[in-house]
């Protein structure tokens, strides 16, 4: 199987945790556009309706196509399940995500939820994070000083790496939804990912970083051989 294949099962044998009447939250990316497809044809196919949060534009578009219902968290702020996929799933169901650039509202999504299940296929499992570079989204105002200080918190948890701001296909400084700016930080290895990221967090003109900590309750994996694994916390 490819590696779209394996996330297209994942996606699909993530629907079993999906009760009707469920209010869900709806990730970004392509691992999380192949389950709202799939919750689409569910929800026509049993005649089913759900409540759904999406964590970006471009999903909540998605969504609406597929013909589910679309909701906000000022609308709905307790949501029973969330699934999203991960750039990264570490030790413990640590990641990383922020690669399509929606980490901050993945993140909020993820804590008004009762639950998390991140779908993946088999390359995002990998002993420990880092290798995929860490976003961390900033306000535009002061970037480059936020940036310096991003650098030297690193240094003081055994970090370092270079920083390079996310540009868009133009060549432009890539923009959130919520119009900031996303630096990718090239790690390597991530020695203490939960005192990195409480550093980093407390930094001014940090909004967000793509560590999810303690977020996700289980991970289903698509296998090449077309087999699915269910990792749990």
């Keep these: 199987m490819t590696a779209d294949e394996q996330k297209r099962v994942a996606a699909e044998a993530a629907l079993e945790h999906v009760k009707p009447g469920m209010k ?8 999380a556009a192949h389950f709202v497809k799939a919750l689409g044809a569910k929800a026509r196919r049993e005649a089913l309706d759900f409540l759904c949060v999406p964590t970006s534009q471009a999903t909540g578009a998605l969504a609406k196509e597929v013909g589910l219902t ?3 968290l000022d609308e709905v702020p307790h949501l029973d399940l969330t699934i999203d996929g991960a750039d990264e799933i570490g030790p413990h169901l640590n990641l990383i995500k ?3 650039g929606a980490l901050l509202r993945e993140k909020i999504v993820a804590f008004a939820s009762r639950q998390m299940i991140v779908i ?6 990998v002993p420990h994070l880092g290798n995929f570079p860490l976003p961390v989204e900033v306000v535009p105002f002061g970037a480059r000083a ?13 970090c370092e790496g270079a ?11 890539f923009l959130t939804d919520s119009n900031n700016l996303i630096f990718d930080w090239a790690l390597g290895e991530i020695p203490d990912p939960d005192g990195l990221g409480t550093y980093v967090s407390r930094l ?5 970083h793509g560590l999810f900590l303690g977020l996700a309750h289980a991970a289903i994996i698509g296998r090449a051989d077309g087999t699915i694994e ?4």
Excluded: H, M, Q, W
């Excluded at 993946?120 to 499992?125: C, G, I, L, Q």
């Excluded at 269910?230 to 916390?233: A, E, G, H, Q």
């Design 24 to 31: 869900l939250g709806l990730g970004t990316g392509s691992t």
């Design 70 to 72: 679309v909701t906000s």
């Design 98 to 100: 922020g690669g399509g």
């Design 120 to 125: 993946a296929d088999e390359s995002k499992v």
């Design 146 to 158: 936020t940036g310096d200080r991003i650098l030297e918190a690193g240094k003081l948890y055994g």
């Design 163 to 173: 920083l390079s701001l996310r540009t868009d296909e133009y060549d432009e400084p």
């Design 204 to 208: 001014p003109g940090v909004v967000e």
């Design 230 to 233: 269910t990792l749990k916390r």
